[in-house]
């Protein structure tokens, strides 16, 4: 049910190793969600519905991740 992630929403979990979405159209999304404080990629995995992770991928701010998306079976 999120339609929206807000930038800096894991600014500082250095530690986050996982992201699971399950929403099968990539929600909105503001720059650097998935950075740490120096704006640097987290190294962590996103994981979506199988069949929205070409989509994920292409969409605005969520291609910056797209070596990070994963496929899931929710």
């Known amino acids: 049910s999120i339609k929206q992630i807000d930038s800096k929403v894991f600014e500082g979990c250095t530690n986050l190793k996982k992201v699971y979405v399950k929403a099968t159209t990539p ?33 605005k701010n969520w291609s910056t991740y797209a070596d990070q998306i994963e496929g899931y079976n929710f």
């Open 27 to 59: 929600p909105k999304m503001s720059f650097w969600v998935f950075t740490d404080n120096e704006h640097k990629n987290l190294n962590c995995k996103i994981y979506v519905p199988f069949e929205s992770v070409e989509e994920y991928k292409k969409a």
